[in-house]
């Protein structure tokens, strides 16, 4: 009974792609806010109030939290770009490690975005960094973070972690990432589709949950439709975390690839077409970002069969 | 005159390859030694005195403060890595900070290990955390960052700031790298053969210093000679890192490939087998890391001719 409790107390005890699905069903809709914080970006009401390191990360802070009362009940996830707080230091880190405890005390699943990747112990640093517990108690980790897969196999296999998932890059939305990524091999496939192969054998069948999805994702971009369809494919266990919607250029028929028939297996994020969504002198911008995650979670809702 | 004077104290003036080059030339070996601090490693006298985070951090800074002590006069660059100080979040960075302070002031140059990469505007926010000005004036910035080439161009150029470099991620000392980096392809050349001509094409003319050589070099593991010659030919104005000397089973006839025909252009780093050269119980641990850092030194100045 005691045990009963204790696990029930913990709230990454269950499977992280069961969590994951279960808050896109209960909010009917597979879509991500990326909170990507500038101070270039902010509403005029919420300007630092001074010069400092501090006071910068003070208002990022505020800002954040705005986001996170916005959206939080329209959309099941949010997804913390790292290198926006990393820009901000020490300081910058523990305004993240905040943000995600009051992420997740709105119910919201997190995503840390953070690309990591490395090999054997060092990659274990980086897992320790995201998931070992925090030694106040507060539950500042995220249920996902998203690797690098141009290590291999043992730089993935440190990230997976029991109650936690990763998302590894497979094939990203920018420009560029075609000089890599979508090389032909000498066997046909491109290099996307390679490493496609490789995430689908590592996160298989020991690494799914009741919901027939496995704790290790993949990042597939939502600019490149065609080659969407031939990922999922590849990768029918896995959930795409799709980015590159609004913003980036991919909309609504771009994404639909990525997605099983029966409208499961990927989210989509969007950053800036949503936080950023007001005008910045108004005072009401964060019912101008509370409207857009509406519209955001609607529009893919509906586009998946979801509403 | 004021300018000139200005342009004489900023220490990133010149170009990153040239403060590499000349730090080599000046210590006679072409090295670098890892500093990857962790609790469970520590010198007996050094553990922490409490269990609090804090105590872990501190016992990790006063261990590495004495490794660069230690290294100072054998060696021209070290390199941190940063998920050793991630791991300990916001305590860990104010630490990584500080040491990269003190290793400049004792005239070494700084390699920060983070394998960074994204795209686009999260690759500036990395290249901003890394190399932006602190703005307590002091020296926190590392001379170089490790990236990740996945991403392609777009995820590269952000890091190309002026006075400053980055070692792109070609081909990694493990054993999973193969599965992506060894894959052939239909062009006939390998993964990492194919990222090698993009990095030596990034990190052409326009990056070069006074030393011939760039200030985008590369990542190329020790541990498979044949590749890393190939790897050396496809990129002759690369400087490059070399890893997986020492503890990682790489030795001298495996780095000799690396450098070109006058023993310039890479760099071989060492962690484990230097900064823990001691038995965990003695108290003479600093001249034991100091010992294996003038071995390591020797060493490897000899097998390239600069001793």
Same mark, same amino acid.
């Given at each position: 009974m005691a045990i009963a409790t204790q696990r029930d107390e913990d709230p990454y005890a269950d499977h992280a792609a069961d969590r994951l699905t279960a808050a896109i069903s209960r909010t009917g809709s597979p879509v991500c806010v990326g909170i990507d914080p500038v101070v270039d970006r902010l509403p005029a009401a919420l300007c630092p109030t001074g010069g400092s390191p501090a006071h910068a990360v003070e208002a990022l802070v505020t800002f954040a939290l705005g986001v996170l009362d916005a959206v939080a009940e329209h959309v099941p996830c949010v997804k913390f770009q790292s290198a926006c707080f990393e820009r901000h230091r020490h300081l910058g880190i523990e305004a993240l490690n905040r943000l995600i405890v009051e992420a997740r005390q709105r119910g919201l699943q997190v995503i840390l975005d953070a690309k990591r990747g490395d090999i054997g112990l060092s990659a274990e640093h980086y897992a320790a960094a995201a998931f070992d517990p925090c030694q106040d108690g507060q539950d500042a980790r995220p249920d996902w973070i998203t690797i690098n897969s141009y290590f291999g196999e043992d730089g993935i296999t440190p990230f997976l972690r029991k109650g936690f998932g990763?998302?590894? +890059?497979? *094939? @990203?939305?920018? #420009?560029?990432?075609? @000089?890599? %990524?979508? %090389? *032909? +091999?000498a066997a046909g496939q491109t290099v996307a589709? !390679?490493?496609? *192969?490789?995430?689908? !054998?590592? $996160? $298989? %069948?020991? +690494?799914?949950? *009741?919901?027939?999805?496995s704790a290790l994702g993949a990042v597939v971009g939502a600019t490149k #439709? %065609?080659?969407a369809a031939a990922l999922r494919e590849l990768m029918p266990q896995q959930i795409l975390l799709v980015p590159g919607f609004g913003a980036q250029g991919g909309g609504v028929e771009d994404i639909r690839p990525c997605f099983a028939g029966d409208g499961t297996g990927a989210i989509v994020t969007s950053s800036r077409s949503v936080i950023y969504a007001f005008d910045p002198d108004t005072a009401r911008w964060s019912s101008a970002v509370a409207d857009a995650a509406s519209r955001f979670a609607e529009q893919i809702g509906r586009a998946v069969g979801m509403r």
């Open positions: 990763a998302f590894a +890059l497979v *094939r @990203t939305s920018n #420009p560029g990432g075609d @000089t890599v %990524q979508a %090389q *032909r +091999l589709e !390679s490493v496609a *192969r490789m995430v689908a !054998s590592i $996160g $298989g %069948q020991a +690494l799914l949950g *009741r919901c027939g999805y #439709p %065609q080659e």
